[in-house]
Antibody, heavy 119, light 107 residues
Framework: DVQLVESGGGLIQPGGSLRLSCAAS????????MSWVRQAPGRRLEWVSVIYAGGNTYYADSVKGRFTISRDNSKDTVFLQMNSLRAEDTAVYYC?????????????WGQGTTVTVSS | DIQLTQSPSSLSASVGDRVTITCRAS??????LNWYQQKPGKAPKLLIYAASSVQTGVPSRFSGSGSGTDFTLTISTLQPEDLATYYCQQTYGATWTFGQGTKVEIK
């Protein structure tokens, strides 16, 4: 079965850092496009970042310079390093597999991990 | 960034009704447009990709159309289990965006 399991969420003070992890099973992350999508309470889905199979990375303007997406191919795990966190980063963060043959649609979603930025 | 505007923001319809949701892009995105269904407390689910291709396993009552800047998601015969929020997403270029969502309620 293809599955994504996120971890690493929690309560963090403004200005702090957090690293989210996403463990994949049933497929290989090194040959996949992987993304992070977040959703603040009661708000729309917001695309955050993507890492291409070839390694290129892209970010939403709202997180550029503060967040970094990476992967560990040996562990089939994708990470989101989040620095200089702000209250507006509070959200459920979903890990997602992107299918490049389907105009980069997300075909597999994790269950989400909650990040709360508050003092 | 490319902006997506969905309409309506919410709607209420009866079981069996035909429901149409529109998504307009701020610039042309060819057919790089996807639709997702999100039920309360759950992760989204892919319904339609490339504007009109139905994802495997999705009921045939869901369909999509459009290209360029104007797109439509249609539920031909609304079912009780279609209670959800529906989002469009554009994947044209290096950065991607979602619409604000359309909440579908059952009368």
């Amino acid at each position: 079965d293809v599955q994504l399991v996120e971890s690493g969420g929690g309560l963090i003070q403004p200005g702090g850092s957090l690293r989210l992890s996403c463990a994949a099973s049933g497929f290989t992350v090194s040959s996949s496009f992987m993304s992070w999508v977040r959703q603040a309470p009661g708000r729309r889905l917001e695309w955050v970042s993507v890492i291409y199979a070839g390694g290129n990375t892209y970010y939403a303007d709202s997180v550029k310079g503060r967040f970094t997406i990476s992967r560990d191919n040996s562990k089939d795990t994708v990470f989101l390093q989040m620095n200089s966190l702000r209250a507006e980063d509070t959200a459920v963060y979903y890990c997602a597999r992107v299918d490049a043959t389907m105009v980069f649609a997300v075909d597999v979603w994790g269950q989400g991990t909650t990040v709360t930025v508050s003092s | 960034d490319i902006q997506l505007t969905q309409s309506p923001s919410s709607l209420s319809a009866s079981v069996g009704d035909r429901v149409t949701i529109t998504c307009r892009a701020s610039q042309t995105i060819s057919t790089h447009l996807n639709w997702y269904q999100q039920k309360p407390g759950k992760a989204p689910k892919l319904l339609i990709y490339a504007a009109s291709s139905v994802q495997t396993g999705v009921p045939s009552r869901f369909s999509g159309s459009g290209s360029g800047t104007d797109f439509t998601l249609t539920i031909s015969t609304l079912q009780p289990e279609d209670l959800a929020t529906y989002y469009c997403q554009q994947t044209y270029g290096a950065t991607w965006t979602f619409g604000q969502g359309t909440k579908v309620e059952i009368k």
